[in-house]
């Protein structure tokens, strides 16, 4: 009986992963399609002063509409597109649209900083810093208005390599921001080695504020380091008062979240004031 049970099992799994294999290929096949056909296009999520709720800038979060099955996530086609090097394609133009963005932004006299994700794939691109470098060029937006997001495991391998990268990218005069921080490798002592500017508290310790103390008190303790360490923080994922009135008290002033705003389209983002709405505690 065991062994009928084992077997059936086996006959489940197999089915479960070819199945899984099968929408992976499908994905792959589309995805090189939909680069082709401009399926893609970028949604803006601003960040924002807790304190007075000023919009100090934008992540750029890119989105797919594919012709059939509709909005497909990112997180199910990125790590596809990371795994197959289509990535590249697509990051360069990420890229380039939301320098677009800014420099549309600029010439409006809009706030236009902007933070694109980039992948592990694209920060070991050995034509990264000649692509970032052009994109600047032809998009005329000041460096320092772009922002790359990286995460920590994308650092901790070759170390000495990611920092001559990261170093390189610094001296075309972008930001770095550490994405997802306290869910990698966190190795707190080459933290102060990377030339990095921001992090960027995960999202998955900010959403059980206030009922778990426990994510209360890696919250604060990651701001207080980050203070040390003279880089800035947002908060990512801040979906309520009590979330976003607690990073206040404990000095995070840059938050992003539900709260304030999802990712929306250009134009949306363009008619958003200047100041979003921050009740009175
Ligand atoms: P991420 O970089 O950590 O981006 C934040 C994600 O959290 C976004 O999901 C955003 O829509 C979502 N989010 C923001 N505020 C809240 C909130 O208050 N509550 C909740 N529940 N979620 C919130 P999204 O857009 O689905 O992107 C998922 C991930 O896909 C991103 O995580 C990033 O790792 C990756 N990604 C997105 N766009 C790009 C891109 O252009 N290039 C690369 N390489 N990766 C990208
Ligand atoms: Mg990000
Ligand atoms: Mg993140
Ligand atoms: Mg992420």
């Not at 089915?15 to 939909?34: F, S, V």
């Not at 990651?222 to 003279?230: C, E, G, R």
């Not at 000095?251 to 709405?277: D, T």
Request: contains cysteine; negative net charge.
């Amino acid at each position: 009986e065991a062994k009928a049970k084992g077997k059936n099992t086996y006959h489940f799994y197999s089915k479960e992963l070819n199945a899984a294999a099968n929408e992976r290929l499908y994905i792959e096949n589309e995805l090189r399609q939909g680069i082709r056909d401009s399926q893609f296009h970028l949604h803006y999520q601003p960040q924002v002063d807790s304190r007075d709720g000023r919009i100090l800038g934008f992540e750029a979060l890119v989105r797919w509409t594919h012709p059939v099955q509709g909005p497909i996530s990112p997180f199910k086609f990125i790590p596809i597109a990371e795994a197959t090097g289509l990535i590249v394609e697509l990051g360069e133009w990420v890229m380039r649209e939301a320098c677009a963005f800014s420099a549309r932004r600029a010439k409006a006299g809009l706030e236009a900083n902007v933070s694109v994700n980039l992948s592990a794939r694209q920060f070991q691109d050995a034509n990264l810093i000649a692509t970032m470098s052009k994109t600047l060029r032809e998009s005329g937006i000041a460096p320092d208005k772009l922002h790359l997001e990286l995460t920590e495991s994308m650092l901790m391998g070759d170390v000495d390599t990611a920092i001559s990268q990261l170093l390189e990218m610094k001296r075309l005069g972008v930001s770095i921001s550490i994405d997802d921080f306290g869910t990698g490798y966190s190795s707190l002592s080459y933290l102060k080695r990377f030339p990095v500017d921001v992090l960027k508290v995960d999202r998955s310790f900010v959403q059980d504020i206030p009922e778990d103390s426990n994510d209360m008190e890696i919250t604060a303790a990651i701001i207080a380091m980050a203070q040390k360490l003279n880089l800035n923080v947002v908060a990512e994922g801040v979906e309520t008062k009590e979330q976003m009135e607690f990073l206040k008290a404990n000095n995070c002033f840059i938050v992003q979240g539900y709260y304030f705003s999802r990712p929306l389209e250009e134009g949306a983002v363009n008619a958003l004031p200047e100041h979003l709405e921050v009740e009175a505690p």
